[in-house]
């Protein structure tokens, strides 16, 4: 199985929103709600912020947010800090026990 | 408070093998999937292996299948990941997560490195 597609980078301004993208197939995204998404800050551990396409584990803010269309879920983020300048991975499950993730994106806050 | 905490990487040879562990507090493991994923450097995340919360079933990413073996102590609330027949393609850093669908807890990681 292939990763999921994202683009390798993003940019935004502080206050605006950004919208990434991860497209899978009708075999992963497609298939099931399970898309989650990780942040990671350079030189740390990944941190869940979305799971199961819209849900926010405690602690997140609310300017991330989930969504999906068919075989491509959506991260956005809004209001932009500096502070969310990271890489952000989406993933998905993909049947049999597996689980897939995308090749990441890059998101500067300029 | 959730912590992870893996060791046991480090460098090895081609063809040579290590095994990592991941200690576990603040959470029972016996109650939750756990799974091993890995970062090559510079690169993305990739899932290497999950085990069912009662170790009755693991599953490995075809790349590892038959060379990578999953298991977990629950006594010692610990998990392990036993690498064989290592290759230049394993070098990553290996983290240890709770979770099947979503990795809700993440530990620091440790790097392994496959080189001569």
């Known amino acids: 199985q292939s990763a999921l597609t994202q683009p390798p980078s993003a940019s935004g301004s502080p206050g605006q929103s950004v919208t990434l993208s991860c497209t899978g197939t009708s075999s992963d995204v497609g298939d099931n709600n399970y898309v989650s998404w990780y942040q990671q800050l350079s030189g740390k551990a990944p941190k869940l912020m979305i799971y199961e396409v819209t849900k926010r584990p405690a602690g997140v803010p609310d300017r991330f947010s989930g969504s999906k269309s068919g075989n491509t879920a959506s991260l956005t983020v809004s209001g932009l800090l500096t502070e969310d300048e990271a890489d952000y991975y989406c993933?998905?499950?993909?049947?049999?026990?597996?689980?897939?993730f995308g090749g990441g994106t890059k998101l500067t806050v300029l | 408070e959730v912590q992870l905490v893996e060791s046991g990487g480090g460098l090895v040879q081609p063809g040579g093998s290590l095994r990592l562990s991941c200690a576990v507090s603040g959470l029972s493991i016996s109650d939750y999937w756990m799974a091993w994923v890995r970062q090559a450097p510079g690169k993305g995340l990739e899932w290497v292996a999950n085990i069912k919360p009662d170790g009755t079933e693991k599953f490995y990413v075809d790349s590892v299948e038959g060379r990578f073996t999953i298991s977990k102590d629950t006594a010692k609330n610990s998990m392990y990941l036993q690498l064989d027949s290592l290759r230049g393609e394993d070098t990553a850093v290996y983290f240890c997560?709770?979770?099947?669908?979503?990795?809700?807890?993440w530990g620091q990681g440790t790097l392994v490195t496959v080189s001569s």
């Open positions: 993933s998905s499950y993909a049947g049999n026990n597996n689980v897939l």
């Open positions: 997560v709770s979770g099947k669908t979503a990795h809700f807890f």
